[in-house]
């Protein structure tokens, strides 16, 4: 019963290294998203994903690349960290088909020094 | 550009009282308004609304929704300190373009003073 998995839930970068924040869930669902939220803001749209091989890009997408060559998988890569980019990160996930909720990951908090 | 509006943005109560948040949208292809409240972790789903009229009950929290007017509410009576939280509200539609298929409010910030 994982539901939404998200690694790692914390990180320290240093200004222009690379990593990949990794999401998998096992809910067969077709739509996942990944957001930013910054101390006392809302939640921003940075990639979101309709089924494996298609990604779209959301309302934040620069410095982030993303995959989707499963349906349980959608990694987050960040290239050249910069400060900018010290966040809370939040993986989701939803089933377009059937109406219900999205279900979140426990989030990944990363700082960029 | 579709949007989900809540209100008011930050809200400070005592304990025992009534509170009621506020969310309103415009969007396109609506399928689902959702109700999440989030406490320094990832945000725990709460409601999730697709009839109007028809209110959706857990303990003291309700919610309900008015497809004509496009707004839902949510209620908390007898407010404990355990509400502080932020309650997001976010619809859900189909579509997609920068914004996604799943739209969210900023968020009310709910302060419980004791």
């Known amino acids: 019963n994982a539901g939404v998995t998200q690694t790692p839930k914390f990180r320290i970068l240093k200004i222009g290294q690379s990593m990949t924040l990794q999401c998998a869930q096992d809910m067969n669902h077709n739509y996942m998203y990944w957001y930013r939220q910054d101390p006392g803001m809302g939640l921003k749209l940075i990639y979101y994903?309709?089924?494996?091989?298609?990604?779209d890009k959301g309302e934040v997408p620069n410095g982030y690349n993303v995959s989707r060559s499963t349906t349980e998988d959608f990694p987050l890569r960040l290239e050249l960290a910069a400060p900018s980019q010290t966040s809370v990160y939040f993986c989701?996930?939803?089933?377009?088909?059937?109406?219900?909720?999205?279900?979140f990951g426990q989030g990944t908090r990363l700082t960029v020094v | 550009e579709d949007k989900v509006v809540q209100s008011p943005l930050s809200l400070v109560v005592h304990e025992g009282d009534t509170v009621t948040l506020n969310c309103s949208y415009e969007?396109?292809?609506?399928?689902?308004l959702l109700w999440y409240k989030q406490e320094k972790k990832a945000p725990t789903f709460l409601f999730m609304l697709t009839s109007s009229g028809i209110e959706k009950k857990s303990g003291r929290l309700s919610s309900i929704l008015d497809k004509k007017e496009l707004f839902s509410i949510l209620n908390i009576t007898a407010t404990q300190t355990g509400d502080s939280a932020v309650y997001l509200c976010a619809v859900f539609r189909e579509g997609g373009g920068s914004q996604g298929n799943l739209i969210f409010g900023k968020g009310t910030k709910l302060s419980v003073k004791p």
């Open positions: 989701a996930s939803s089933y377009l088909g059937r109406i219900s909720e999205a279900f």
């Open positions: 994903s309709v089924g494996a091989g298609i990604t």
């Open positions: 969007v396109t292809n609506f399928r689902s």
